[in-house]
């Protein structure tokens, strides 16, 4: 979880690192917008750094620092720790949240590595299968592309916003209008002319402000200048002006600074959870690119037990023609080593296939451009890690691992940041089955002046004068108007507040049961990567033994081959089996080292275990 400093801090690099900037506005009005950069699509110069003679020499610390700098999926997260700041800023300003993106990419499946029922159609889970197997396409497979995982927690129908909240960004209005009406009139008693023609202008300004307890305020200044063709208006032309104050406070339905500012709490957790976000989605792209490297050196070695594989065929071909030569040997068992040749060939071509395929994956996933660049398309990956078991696994036990995995995974604590914000929002629903009362007061000032009409006789002489006399009215506070009041809506039925209230209520406890299936998921995880551990573990100490004893067994029978005591049939089904256990050995190492991965994964600390910084990450280096 990250700490409000820490977070504020992140947010600022991003800007920075992203190159946020605010544009200047007119004098006197605030500097709020901002622009966004361009998308950087150009690869990190370290991926150039590392292309020695047409090859990508990659440690798995160099492909994951690659990935940090260039993978999309990283990219397209920076981006929603600036838009967690906009929630903010309109929650500030008395706007609804608009809410999160909560999906998050995983990194392709891959082709697997050795005896991965996924990229050939011969062979099943864990088990080596006699003869060569059969390439299937990726695509058709569907390992090239991105499962996507949802954060979200809160279902796809949206809470009820509750009670509306104040504007709390001030705003001033104004309005300028000029009139000219002319309207006949049906006697002349009271114009003294049958046509009434009026000239008005309007000058009018105002204020209005929000507050966080519900509160609303103005202050409006109105001005009218009329003239008359009037003969019996006492004043012409004249000026009329106002000056009012007006407020109105909620006591029931939308009173409290809690319920008003429950949108800036939500966009407060908000923030934290599109730290987490990027922080999971960290996680999701160090867990898969750590899996794909270990395939790849998997694949790449595996390739190598292929190829000597073939020179081993290919030697028992020469001597199987050196002896049929001799005729020592049957020209039945030129066919048999032919075959075997070719066999081993065909799994040569698949091994190196689908190690070309994992490379060209395994580059999308750690450059920006993919195979646009041409240098980093031509180049061939070279992993420089091996993979390696340790003699002992050093493992706490189960429940600790569980409870430090429930208390420490972010995907788990912006789940429950999901639940804090919907009740939160049950505040706003709650409120809104209340009924609506609210005390109004007014305050307002007002004052007249103008030409005295020589028509009228004794004009009231206070009245005489121009604007310089209104406003000594309004501010002498001549002529004042008070009033104050209370107005109640009671609705006799609520049922739309009722029902929404209901729902809402009933959609956070189904959040809270999604948060239950994610903490068990996380058990089972744990459960799951600990199982696989140790189930690599075994299977490569009997791997290793089988790859001994074949070994062995394979020598006694080209011994005995060498004599005349065996037949190419033998050795070439010893071949066979010293391959399948070689590379099934390959694949128990392999899986060891990416249950381990998948370890620390379920745990969360998959970061700190690879020496990640999130700060860092969120800079790009």
């Known amino acids: 979880m990250f700490h409000k400093t820490a977070r504020a801090s992140l947010a600022l690099s991003l800007a920075a690192g992203l190159g946020f900037a605010q544009t200047g506005n007119p004098p006197g009005m605030p500097r709020t917008t901002r622009t966004t950069p361009a998308v950087r699509y150009e690869n990190s110069p370290r991926v150039h750094e590392l292309i020695r003679a047409g090859n990508l020499y990659l440690s798995l610390q160099d492909a994951l620092a690659l990935a940090i700098e260039n993978n999309l999926d990283i990219e397209l997260q920076r981006y929603l720790l600036p838009i967690g700041d906009t929630e903010l800023l309109r929650a500030k300003g008395g706007g609804l949240n608009r809410g999160l993106n909560f999906t998050l990419l995983e990194v392709p499946v891959g082709t697997g590595g050795p005896l991965s029922p ?101 202050l409006n200044f109105n001005n009218s200048r009329v003239s008359l063709n009037s003969q019996r208006s006492g004043y012409n032309p004249y000026t009329g002006s106002t000056l009012g104050f007006t407020a109105t406070q909620p006591l029931l339905r939308g009173y409290g600074a809690s319920l008003n500012r429950r949108f800036i709490r939500i966009a407060g957790n908000e923030q934290k959870i599109t730290s987490l976000l990027f922080q999971q989605q960290l996680i999701l792209t160090v867990y898969g690119v750590i899996r794909l490297y270990t395939d790849l050196v998997a694949l790449t070695e595996d390739e190598k037990v292929k190829q000597e594989t073939v020179s081993l065929a290919e030697k028992l071909l020469s001597d199987v023609r050196a002896q049929v030569e001799e005729g020592t040997l049957a020209q039945v068992e030129m066919t048999r080593a032919n075959a075997q040749v070719f066999s081993t060939r065909q799994d040569l071509i698949n091994a190196r296939g689908l190690r070309e395929e994992q490379e060209a994956i395994f580059k999308n996933v750690i450059t920006r451009r993919g195979n646009e660049d041409p240098e980093v398309a031509r180049a061939r990956i070279i992993p420089t890690d091996t993979l390696t078991i340790p003699a002992t696994d050093e493992i706490r036990p189960m429940q600790d691992l569980i409870g430090d995995a429930l208390a420490h995974r972010p995907d788990l604590d912006q789940a429950r940041l999901q639940i804090a914000n919907s009740q939160i929002g049950l505040e706003g629903v709650r409120n809104l089955a209340k009924p609506q009362l609210d005390l109004v007061g007014v305050m307002q000032n007002n004052g007249l002046a103008g030409q005295a009409n020589p028509f009228v006789a004794n004009p009231d002489p206070g009245f005489i004068g121009g604007y310089g006399g209104v406003l000594g009215q309004l501010f002498a506070r001549n002529y004042p108007t008070y009033g104050v009041g209370l107005q109640m809506t009671l609705p006799l039925r609520n049922r739309v507040a009722e029902a929404d209230l209901a729902r809402d209520e009933l959609q956070v406890k189904q959040s809270e049961i999604r948060l239950r299936q994610l903490q068990n998921q996380a058990r089972l995880e744990v459960e799951d990567a600990l199982i696989a551990m140790r189930r690599a573990r075994a299977s490569y100490e009997a791997a290793a033994e089988a790859r001994r004893l074949q070994d062995e067994s394979l020598s006694a029978e080209q011994a005995k081959f060498e004599v005349g005591a065996s037949t190419s049939f033998f050795v070439i089904q010893y071949e066979s089996l010293l391959a399948q256990a070689r590379s099934t050995e390959v694949a128990a190492r392999s899986s060891y080292v990416k249950a381990k991965a998948a370890l620390q994964r379920a745990m969360g600390t998959i970061l700190d275990d690879n020496h990640i910084s999130v700060e860092a990450a969120i800079k790009g280096k």
Do not use: K
């Not at 592309?145 to 009820?160: L, R, Y």
């Not at 002319?193 to 507050?211: D, E, H, K, P, R």
């Open 118 to 218: 996924v990229p050939t159609n011969a062979a099943a889970a864990g088990r080596a299968t006699a003869g060569s197997s059969v390439a299937t396409n990726a695509l058709g497979l569907n390992v090239l592309g991105e499962p996507q995982v949802n954060g979200s927690i809160q279902g796809t129908i949206a809470p009820s916003t509750g009670t509306g909240i104040p504007n709390y960004d001030p705003f001033v209005t104004g309005q300028l209008n000029w009139t000219h009406q002319t309207t006949p009139q049906t006697s002349t008693l009271q114009t003294g002319s049958s046509t009434l023609v009026t000239g008005t202008t309007m000058y009018n300004a105002g204020i209005q402000q929000s507050f966080a307890s519900g509160a609303q305020g103005s």
